[in-house]
T-cell receptor, first 115, second 115 residues
Framework: GAGVSQSPSNKVTEKGKDVELRCDPI?????LYWYRQSLGQGLEFLIY????????KSGLPSDRFSAERTGGSVSTLTIQRTQQEDSAVYLC?????????????FGPGTRLTVT | AQSVSQHNHHVILSEAASLELGCNYS??????LFWYVQYPGQHLQLLLK??????LVKGIKGFEAEFIKSKFSFNLRKPSVQWSDTAEYFC?????????????FGKGTHLIIQP
């Protein structure tokens, strides 16, 4: 079956612009996670959704970052007023349930470059 | 909060050599443990996982890992590596029962297998 998909695969933006990154989880997966992978920082957890709600947003790096999930499916990560330090690969993962520590399936990521 | 430490950032081996990648975590409670692999140009995929039971777990492609609770370790092993094992390897932990937690990853080990 189809895996986790993310779009766009690459995004180059100018400093100060807003960007939206999209994640389509595996059908039927209720839990969705966003991570950031950057040089020197490794893989960093950002936010988790169970259904449409995000119980804990404390992992988001700043208030310029926000995320939403609609219909228990697609999620969008928005970065406002992008900065160069936002350059990274943004990964999305989904799992059957967040309440069980099940396997997370990762998408290919969106490579964001802020110039 | 938990943290994960991977001791080797870069490892170079010849084909047929034995492999052991170290992983230690810090967390006083019960955890679930994972090894993920990222082959060049591909997305993260699960190699193996430990939830409970036999501390020696076997994964795909001949990999195995041993959970040693007293040492807070979950080292990855393979008796004889192949050129196709060249990849980035990530150890990760998730607090057991921590449904809203993302995975906490180590910084990764870049493994290069020379033919």
């Amino acid at each position: 079956g189809a895996g986790v998909s993310q779009s766009p695969s690459n995004k180059v933006t100018e400093k100060g612009k807003d960007v939206e990154l999209r994640c389509d989880p595996i059908s039927g997966h209720t839990a969705l996670y966003w991570y950031r992978q950057s040089l020197g920082q490794g893989l960093e957890f950002l936010i988790y959704f169970q259904g449409n709600s995000a119980p804990d947003k404390s992992g988001l790096p700043s208030d310029r970052f926000s995320a939403e999930r609609t219909g228990g499916s697609v999620s969008t990560l928005t970065i406002q007023r992008t900065q160069q330090e936002d350059s990274a690969v943004y990964l999305c993962a989904s799992s059957l349930s967040g309440t069980l520590a099940g396997e997370q399936y990762f998408g290919p990521g969106t490579r964001l470059t802020v110039t | 909060a938990q943290s994960v430490s991977q001791h080797n950032h870069h490892v170079i081996l010849s084909e047929a050599a034995s492999l052991e990648l170290g992983c230690n975590y810090s967390y006083g409670g019960t955890v679930n443990l994972f090894w993920y692999v990222q082959y060049p140009g591909q997305h993260l995929q699960l190699l193996l996982k430990y939830f409970s039971g036999d501390p020696l777990v076997k994964g795909i492609k001949g990999f195995e890992a041993e959970f040693i609770k007293s040492k807070f370790s979950f080292n990855l092993r393979k008796p004889s590596v192949q050129w196709s094992d060249t990849a980035e390897y990530f150890c990760a932990v998730k607090r057991k029962g921590g449904g809203a937690d993302g995975l906490t990853f180590g910084k990764g080990t870049h493994l290069i297998i020379q033919p």
